[in-house]
């Protein structure tokens, strides 16, 4: 048996023909040779415009559907924010001269991996969400941990200091409805030689 969701057109019981349209995904070509620069100042500007799309739809979806399903929107919009996944495709950008477009398809591809390599390990716990969500949608979350990742800042390449200086990102994640993360952090080299404390820049809290 299938079972369709979606929100309703009918509020009785209807028979009659059902077309099914099946999305046909479209791959970004790789186009090398881009610059660099050009590239993730279009990046930063289809985030911008993707965050708020997001942030509409799941306003919407929450309004007319249910809050669960408007949360799967609110979730692809905190992602578009995580600096981890940003840096990792500013990185291919810069490695490979390629267009945005490939590198946000590979940095997607690499960490959805992630994470189903994370469930089928039996750390995370996915929940179906509730009626009106996409199909095969689920929460997932830490049920009893939490994931905790450092990644090197390399806004501050080029940079002279007087003692070793190290400058990070932190992130503590637990869901998408439980994530700290910390940006742009720098901890000093003391000439005592011990670490002795950091810096936080910004922070972010969901």
């Given at each position: 048996m299938i079972v369709i969701q979606g929100?309703?057109?009918?509020?009785?019981?209807?028979?009659?023909?059902?077309?099914?349209?099946?999305?046909?995904?479209?791959?970004?070509?790789?186009?090398a040779g881009a610059d660099p620069t050009e590239e993730c100042a279009r990046l930063?500007?289809?985030?911008?415009?993707?965050?708020r799309q997001l942030e509409a739809l799941a306003e919407r979806c929450g309004r007319e559907v249910?809050?669960?399903?408007?949360?799967?929107?609110?979730t692809?919009?905190?992602?578009?924010?995580?600096?981890?996944?940003?840096?990792?495709?500013?990185?291919?950008?810069n490695r490979e001269h390629c267009c945005a477009e490939y590198a946000v398809q590979q940095a997607g591809k690499t960490f959805a991996a992630t994470f189903e390599e994370l469930k089928e390990q039996g750390y995370l716990t996915s929940?179906?969400?509730?009626?009106?969500?996409?199909?095969?949608?689920?929460?997932?979350?830490?049920e009893d941990g939490c994931l905790f990742s450092i990644t090197p800042s390399e806004d501050h390449e080029g940079e002279d200091y007087s003692l070793p200086t190290?400058?990070?990102?932190?992130?503590?994640?637990?869901?998408s409805l439980g994530a700290y993360t910390f940006y742009d952090c720098s901890a000093m080299w003391p000439q005592g030689g011990t670490w002795t404390g950091y810096q936080i820049g910004s922070e972010m809290i969901s």
């Amino acid at each position: 048996m299938i079972v369709i969701q979606g929100r309703g057109v009918s509020a009785g019981i209807v028979q009659g023909r059902l077309h099914c349209f099946h999305r046909v995904g479209a791959a970004a070509v790789k186009r090398a040779g881009a610059d660099p620069t050009e590239e993730c100042a279009r990046l930063a500007g289809a985030q911008d415009q993707a965050i708020r799309q997001l942030e509409a739809l799941a306003e919407r979806c929450g309004r007319e559907v249910s809050s669960e399903a408007g949360m799967v929107f609110s979730t692809h919009a905190m992602l578009l924010e995580d600096e981890s996944f940003l840096e990792y495709i500013k990185d291919i950008i810069n490695r490979e001269h390629c267009c945005a477009e490939y590198a946000v398809q590979q940095a997607g591809k690499t960490f959805a991996a992630t994470f189903e390599e994370l469930k089928e390990q039996g750390y995370l716990t996915s929940e179906p969400l509730g009626d009106g969500a996409p199909e095969g949608a689920a929460f997932l979350h830490w049920e009893d941990g939490c994931l905790f990742s450092i990644t090197p800042s390399e806004d501050h390449e080029g940079e002279d200091y007087s003692l070793p200086t190290l400058f990070f990102n932190a992130e503590k994640w637990r869901s998408s409805l439980g994530a700290y993360t910390f940006y742009d952090c720098s901890a000093m080299w003391p000439q005592g030689g011990t670490w002795t404390g950091y810096q936080i820049g910004s922070e972010m809290i969901s």
